[in-house]
């Protein structure tokens, strides 16, 4: 079970930080990641984390902007969005997937939390 927290409504230039709570066992086995689905397009990749934290990767719209971290003792991922713009209103989700290595896609993700909205004013 997975379990986003932390969107809301921001203007544009502001900030958010995302949490993913993951409720079960071994989380530090898994590699994660968060996608988004923006209003009435696909769910896209935003930025993933390997197990132990070491390795990160980030989707070019969000690169820079964006943060990825975790900490395996509170079973927890986090999300730091700054600069935000328009352009990153969507539902944010963050998933899990058993493996080694970045996995940028979809279906390299087995649990999935149920997403948190996240709007950005102009």
Known sequence: QLQAYGGGL???GGFLSLSCV???RAFS?????WFRQPPGKEREFV?????NGQSTY????VK???TISRDNA???MYLQMNNLTPLDTAVYYCAAGAGAGIAVMSRDYT????GTQVTVSS
């Open 64 to 66: 820079g902007r964006f």
């Open 74 to 76: 509170k079973n927890t």
């Open 58 to 61: 980030y989707a070019e719209s």
């Open 111 to 114: 649990y999935w939390g149920h």
């Open 29 to 33: 086995r898994y590699r994660m990641g």
């Open 47 to 51: 930025a993933a984390i390997t197990w």
């Open 10 to 12: 921001v203007p544009a």
């Open 22 to 24: 993951f409720d079960g």
